[in-house]
């Protein structure tokens, strides 16, 4: 592939989230984000845009065609990549939301994230490389000793060490707590490490002096499962500038992000591998982990909704500008001329399919970013405790749709532009064949969609007494009592009530489960569930946006350039309303009959040879 950018964004959709939806400007200019104002959040985002299409989009498919190479234990990454991680950390956007004191601009965490997902969509492959590095540096200045957080997070947050979190095993892989990494303290306070880590994302490179790996690992006598594990930074170079016994024994050879090196790591093979535990009590690796997770997992989310969106902008484009058939009109005229296929009924059926998820994709990820960003100003500044709880409470929530539903579904929107584009969108001249191969992983990777699914499940509706999911009820609940008379969405807010009621219905049949003896029907389940509660939350955002819209119409003259946009609003909230939300009730009913047909099969009967 050339090197031509393809990414694309809508700007004017974030410009919609921030500060027609979701209200960033009631943030902006006081504590703690006193520096910034609207201007300047508009700014960052049409800077960083371009930055982004003309720095990470045209290497992109080069980077994909290239991959990495593995010669002599080293990691070689596409040329270009280089350059552009020294032109990324120049440019400052990896520290948007970091505290001044660490270097870092103390932005909203909602506008970095909107920045990441122009980084994850121009190019996935090589923003994995940074992304880990900043999530390996959180980490540290989150749980580490202040010796730990000087000598390692400066040199991360400015890109001249990279990092990575090592937790997977040959042996154990999303079975996290059966790891078998050790670590035995020596009498200087640090450990000696020993063990193997596979599918280790950026695991190793050439674009750095040095690579800090964050590595789970069982001390002497731990106790087992995730309970015994401890968390080490462990730099393949030491701080005193010595090799520090880190080995890549390969990298993987992929269907999608083919430019990061998925890198198979040992640590010890010479016995002379030295970590340090992050801060200074053992076995709290697992919640320390579960610190860069739960960012990971937005992350992922991030990256689903960026190829998503740009695989709906391509083909919408394409579509615009494809010549194919003549009009249904005049399907019996065959002198009747081509017109572009977005005139065909089909093709528009699948752009405002991908069009309606996309946006309300975005709009959970920024209804998940906006609650930390609240959630942070209310603690900064010594606000209501209950309402932390609150924003708290959403943030647990809502993560494991995000990277759940998000990935599904990006794998999906990827697969039906290629569908747009028929042919042509199989062939490597067209973007979308790479979006469809580097998405699938994201419904894998930091712990699979049905990981996600059984949090939610087993975890997530019963945190706080189940405060956090009435309180997310009571929302849906003030937005339907407030709008279900709407002139023209009362019927597609009637549809959003009738979805509640069966999600609440099915929420109630876990807890029936639970305590029943039926504990096997839960995870057969669980997938649909959380599709369930994602169709729901998607389908409120979507309508809170068409009230939204259709009220700051009624404001315009009929030639604004924001009537069409506002239209769109409208009719994306409508087709999920009417071809969607309808699912969450027929999903209900599918769990309800408590089918155990999956369960009951026997193993031979799947194939008996």
Avoid at 17 to 37: I, R, S, T, V
Avoid at 42 to 49: K, Q
Avoid at 523 to 542: D, I, K, Q
């Amino acid at each position: 592939m050339s090197n031509q950018n393809y990414y694309k964004a809508n700007l004017r959709d974030l410009s919609f989230l921030l500060f027609e939806q979701f209200k960033l400007d009631e943030l902006l200019g006081k504590a703690p984000y006193a520096n910034w104002g609207k201007d300047e959040v508009v700014a960052v985002l049409e800077e960083a845009y371009g930055w982004a299409q003309k720095h990470m989009g045209p290497h992109n498919g080069p980077g994909d065609a290239e991959g990495c190479r593995f010669e002599n234990g080293q990691v070689h990454v596409p040329k270009a990549f280089k350059d552009t991680w020294k032109a990324l950390f120049e440019a400052g956007w990896r520290t948007l939301a970091v505290e001044e004191k660490h270097g870092g601009q103390a932005g909203p965490f909602t506008l970095a994230m909107m920045v990441e997902e122009f980084m994850c969509g121009s190019n996935t492959s090589f923003n994995m490389y940074p992304a880990l590095t900043q999530g390996a540096a959180d980490v540290i200045l989150a749980f580490g000793t202040e010796q730990e957080v000087s000598t390692y997070v400066p040199n991360m947050f400015n890109g001249t060490w990279a990092g990575t979190m090592c937790l997977t095993e040959p042996h154990a892989g999303s079975d996290v707590g059966s790891a078998t990494t050790t670590a035995v303290k020596r009498p200087d306070g640090q450990y000696n490490i020993k063990g193997t880590k596979i599918f280790i994302s950026g695991g190793d490179h050439d674009m750095t002096e040095n690579i800090i790996h964050m590595v789970l690992a069982r001390t002497p006598d731990a106790a087992p499962g995730t309970k015994g594990l401890s968390l080490f930074i462990v730099p393949k170079v030491r701080p005193d500038g010595t090799p520090n016994d880190v080995t890549t024994a390969g990298i993987e050879h992929k269907m999608g992000i083919r430019a990061n090196a998925t890198a198979s790591l040992v640590f010890g093979e010479n016995d002379s591998c030295i970590g340090e535990l992050i801060g200074e009590v053992e076995n709290k690796g697992m919640s320390q982990m579960f610190h860069l997770m739960n960012y990971a997992r937005i992350g992922v989310g991030l990256q689903s909704l960026a190829l998503a969106s740009s695989a709906y902008l391509n083909a919408l484009e394409y579509a615009k500008d494809r010549k194919q058939g003549s009009s249904i009109k005049q399907w019996k005229d065959a002198t009747a001329p081509r017109v572009p296929i977005i005139e065909h009924p089909d093709v528009r059926r699948m752009l405002l399919d991908m069009k309606a998820r996309t946006e309300g994709i975005r709009a959970l990820a920024v209804k998940l970013t906006m609650h930390i960003d609240r959630q942070t100003a209310l603690e900064k500044t010594g606000g209501d405790k209950t309402e932390v709880e609150y924003h708290q409470g959403q943030v647990d929530l809502l993560v494991p749709l995000i990277k759940a539903y998000g990935s599904d579904q990006a794998f999906s929107i990827c697969a039906t532009a290629i569908q747009v584009y028929g042919g042509a969108g199989f062939l490597k001249d067209w973007p979308v064949e790479q979006y469809a191969r580097d998405s699938k992983i994201f419904s894998i990777y930091e712990g699979t969609n049905h990981i996600q699914a059984m949090d939610l499940v087993g975890r997530k509706l019963m945190q706080r007494g189940g405060a956090n999911v009435q309180a997310f009820g009571q929302d849906v609940a003030k937005f339907i009592a407030a709008n279900k008379e709407h002139a023209s969405l009362k019927d597609s807010i009637g549809i959003l009530g009738q979805a509640m009621e069966a999600l609440t219905a099915t929420g109630g049949k876990f807890m029936q489960w639970f305590g029943g003896g039926k504990m096997e029907m839960v995870p057969t389940v669980a997938n649909r569930f959380l599709e369930m509660m994602s169709e729901t939350v998607v389908g409120w955002l979507l309508l809170e946006q068409a009230v939204i819209a259709e009220a700051a119409s009624a404001k315009l003259g009929a030639e604004h350039p924001d009537k069409s946009f506002y239209e769109g609003k409208r009719y994306a909230a409508q087709y999920f309303a009417y071809n969607v939300l309808p699912g969450v009730a027929a999903k209900a009913q599918l769990i309800a009959r408590e089918d155990r047909t999956a369960l009951d099969i026997p193993v031979a009967a799947f194939f008996p040879g």
